[in-house]
Nanobody
Framework: QVQLVESGGGLVQAGDSLRLSCAASGRAFSYYTMAWFRQAPGNVREFVAAVHWSGTNTYYADSVKGRFAISRDNAKNTAYLQMNSLQPEDTAVYYC????????????????????WGPGTQVTVSS
């Protein structure tokens, strides 16, 4: 069993940066791919980024590539999402997820039936 809790969201201006954290409980954290998703009002949940259990490989949605960076610290049971050059279209609730699928799996990117989800943290970017 893994429990996830996101933090670090808030209200920022366009061009600012934020770092989200996802703290996990449970000893099996390092066995899971960690991923970030987001959902804006009226939109479906969309994939943002994923990181291999070792932290060595990552995968990004085209919309955030070059601006966002996902990482993890298995010693701290925590995953991160560094978000730079934020834009109003990045406004959403951000969720972290843990799953046993590969970080590069197309099925993981659909967001369906992932093993564990956090409750989410709100990110609002004003213009």
């Amino acid at each position: 069993q893994v429990q996830l809790v996101e933090s670090g969201g808030g209200l920022v201006q366009a061009g600012d940066s934020l770092r989200l954290s996802c703290a996990a409980s449970g000893r099996a954290f390092s066995y899971y791919t960690m991923a970030w998703f987001r959902q804006a009002p009226g939109n479906v949940r969309e994939f943002v980024a994923a990181v291999h259990w070792s932290g060595t490989n990552t995968y990004y949605a085209d919309s955030v590539k070059g601006r966002f960076a996902i990482s993890r610290d298995n010693a701290k049971n925590t995953a991160y999402l560094q978000m730079n050059s934020l834009q109003p279209e990045d406004t959403a609730v951000y969720y972290c997820a843990a799953d046993r699928r590969s970080y590069s799996s197309p099925l993981l990117r659909t967001g369906g039936t992932l093993d564990y989800w956090g409750p989410g943290t709100q990110v609002t970017v004003s213009s």
